[in-house]
């Protein structure tokens, strides 16, 4: 893997954030990040809704995608193949552009397909993803504080695990792949799943709960901590396997949407940030999950 390279991501010190992309490159709606196999960091709504950017290591970022029927992406993952899956909110969609399409220069807006979709699904907002290529979404309905769990299947069908949750938003995997955790956003509470090799969960408990602010997208790092973006609260909190809060990494700005792991080493975590239109980072200790 060519992993993102960033001039930031040497003699830096740990845990102080920094601006990689300035006030409004990307629409209050960023969300997203994900960095490729290629090592380009991507984001949604670049400039205007319904888009995904790209950012190269020197932070100038240009347009990628214009998705059509109105889409709007959220989430964004890739898997081993460097395939890309979109959640769709608008369209109860999950897309993807195939790793073949991002080996060609230009516009890839035609090279997007419908990989799942499902009319039940009140507005698909976070993807994770298993390293056997099987994907979660987590499912919020803002307007009643509730929300679903679906797998997505490796041939695009969907399988409903969790309903009358709270507003489910944040969700990933952990690196060995037998952790899934998820987050509530207004009830401020993030939950653990027992996950199999064929994406079933059980035995489902609390791992941490907030007292205060909304949480947003998470990742995990290859010693199995969360990094949890805390919307509202301007930080990004880290919390170990265990549930116990390990730090806390103040942000300039004060509404984080989501996070992603990327640089040299893989150390470099990039904050999309809603109010700003911006994008931060900062260097951690450990290297992420995957990218």
């Known amino acids: 893997m060519v992993l993102f390279a960033s001039n930031f991501a040497f003699g830096k010190a740990h845990f102080v954030a920094e601006d990689l992309v300035p006030d409004g490159v990307f629409t209050q709606g960023i969300e997203g990040p994900a960095v490729g196999s290629n090592g380009i960091l991507y984001a949604v709504n670049f400039a205007q809704q319904g888009t995904i950017g790209t950012v190269t290591q020197a932070g100038k970022s240009s347009l990628l995608i214009t998705l059509n029927n ?57 993807l994770a993803i298993m390293d056997n290529g099987i994907l979660f979404a987590s499912d919020p309905n803002w307007q009643n504080n509730s929300g679903q769990l679906w797998r997505i299947n490796r041939d695009g069908s969907t399988s409903l695990l969790g309903f009358d949750m709270g507003t489910t938003n944040g969700i990933t995997v952990s690196p060995d792949n037998t952790r899934l955790y998820v987050n509530e956003s207004v009830q401020r509470k993030v939950w653990q799943y027992d996950l199999d090799d064929v994406g079933n969960v059980s035995n489902k408990r609390l791992l941490i709960e907030f007292k205060d602010h909304g949480l947003d997208g998470m990742r995990t790092d290859k010693q199995g901590n969360l990094y949890i973006a805390r919307y509202g609260a301007g930080e990004v909190a880290v919390v170990s396997p265990n549930g116990n809060l390990l730090r806390t990494v103040k942000l300039k700005g004060q509404y984080p949407t989501n996070v992603a792991f990327g640089g040299a080493d893989g150390k470099t975590v990039f904050v ?20």
Not at 88 to 112: E, I, P, R
Not at 272 to 291: D, S
Request: aromatic fraction near 10%.
């Open 70 to 126: 109105g889409s709007i992406g959220n989430g964004i993952r890739f898997d081993i193949q460097g395939n890309m899956y979109i959640a769709d909110y608008v369209n109860h969609n999950v897309l993807t552009v195939s790793g073949d399409a991002f080996k060609k220069a230009g516009d890839l807006s035609d090279s997007v397909k419908v990989y799942a979709h499902n009319s039940k699904m009140h507005q698909p907002n976070d």
């Open 272 to 291: 999309t940030m809603q109010k700003r239109g911006a994008i931060e980072m900062f260097k951690t200790e450990f290297a992420g999950r995957n990218f």
